[in-house]
């Protein structure tokens, strides 16, 4: 069973940059498609971004296109989100998540997703 841990989270201002990390434990990382969400203040949980169990592909939410780049390392055990160009639309606290694909492909589904980590907080002031 992974467990995961962000990390990376903090107070920008707007236009800045911040990349969030998230450790998984466990020997099967390179199982699970990776995934992160927020929660923005008085919203539900949206999806964000995933990327493939190799890394090779990778989807995104509107908002966050060509601002947001979601990358692994699975010799690192490590899931990141580089966040550029930051808008207080952004504020939110963060998770990642995994979803266990031993066959591959990927999911933007919330529900798919069977661990979650305790999850991250940006903030992003104008």
């Known amino acids: 069973q992974v467990q995961l841990v962000e990390s990376g989270g903090g107070l920008v201002q707007a236009g800045d940059s911040l990349r969030l990390s998230c450790a998984a434990s466990g020997r099967t990382f390179s199982s699970y498609a990776m995934g992160w969400f927020r929660q923005g203040p008085g919203k539900e949980r949206e999806f964000v971004a995933t990327i493939s169990r190799s890394g090779a592909n990778t989807v995104y939410t509107d908002s966050v296109k060509g601002r947001f780049t979601i990358s692994r390392d699975n010799a690192k055990n490590t899931v990141y989100l580089q966040m550029n160009s930051l808008k207080p639309e952004d504020t939110a606290v963060y998770y990642c998540?995994?979803?266990?694909?031993?066959?591959?492909?990927?999911?933007?589904?919330?529900?798919?997703?069977?661990?979650w980590g305790q999850g991250t907080q940006v903030t992003v002031s104008s």
């Open positions: 998540a995994a979803d266990y694909r031993p066959n591959g492909s990927w999911s933007l589904e919330e529900y798919e997703y069977e661990i």
